[in-house]
């Protein structure tokens, strides 16, 4: 049947997605990268929740990119996003200053800019919206934000 | 972000609508603490953030700050109808302790 054979082409094209956003740290950029993200996990059919959660999260990590990777300059942020399995895997990378004591940048209301109205929950946030969630950093070199979700299947009704 | 602030019957209704981030927070910093400012003489100040469709932890920042902007002239602050996912970050954060939600 027609429909079936749609199905199963919509079923390739969902199985494996990728994306790949550089741009410049400047704070302006940061509601593009959010919206791009969302945009490109509308074919997983998220809940309003899930990607709220998403867009917090992607929000949180290009905002420390700006705010401390590059503090005072300009730099490329990298946003890797890849679909597989309707589990959405997103990567933020930047090649600036790096964190040297990561443990503690992850702890709640750690904040190394107090005075700038920082709450310090970034991390928090990013740890607590997504399911995975990681963080590897080279002090001098950069650092790289790792995290997953994972959109459970809603039920469609037949048209 | 949009800020706009009225006065009634001695509380200070600050509303804010649009998305707040690290780049809209800067000038809705500055809007707000003129508000305040311009009404130190009220009983209460109320945040409503039922126009924000998005806020990240930029929120909590900024709401802390302007809670220290009031308490600075004893002026209690509080914080009504966050949507569904400002509300989730500001529970994270244990900010209502802070800032109650207005009844």
Redesign the interface.
Known sequence: MLSDCFQEVVLFYMTKNYLKLQFYSLPQNQAFARDAVAAFCLELNPSLSDISDVKTAVSEAVTNCTVHAYRGEVGIVTVECEIEDATLHIRVSDTGKGIADIDQAVQPFYTTLPSDERSGMGFTIMQTFMDGFSVNSVSGEGTVVSMSKKFEAEVMENA | MNVTGYLREKILYINLSG?M???SA?SA?VKCDKLIEENASVRKIIINLSEVA?????G???L??RYKKAARISVPLYIEKPN??AD??LN??GIYSLIPKAE
């Open positions: 998305e981030d690290e780049y800067q910093r998005f806020m990240d932890s930029t909590i920042g900024f802390i700050g569904f996912s989730k970050i994270l954060s």
